[in-house]
């Protein structure tokens, strides 16, 4: 019988494996060439608005894009080192995201803190929304 790991588990172990950034921190490493993820669904951007620069990778199609083998990257995905620093609404499922992107070698991957809410409420660079 294998041990069942809840999911707030399954996150702690996946953050201890991230180097998490702050808001801000992910705006500087963005000026410097890491790439910003943005993993929300359609509808939580047409209602918040984005991040200039950022790219949209919905969740379910995240690895085979970052992945530069898999053969479906996207051009930024040049090597394993890229920095792709990923943020989801509120930073928890881009957390698990982010140690799946690590789990296939993307060793500099990691995720924003807070999620695109910290972005929004650090005043920082935003798209308006559609509405």
Known sequence: MTEHLGIAAQLAAARATLDRVTALRAHQEAAGGAVLVDTRTTPQRDRDGTVPGA?????????WRCD???????????????????FCDEGYASSLAAASLRSLGLHRATDLIGGFQSWRAAGLPLTPPKR
């Not at 530069?68 to 990923?86: F, H, K, M, N, Q």
Request: without cysteine; negative net charge.
């Open 55 to 63: 790219l949209v990778i919905e969740r379910n199609h995240l690895e």
């Open 68 to 86: 530069p083998g898999s053969g479906a990257s996207v051009p930024e995905a040049t090597d394993t080192g890229v920095r792709w620093i990923l």
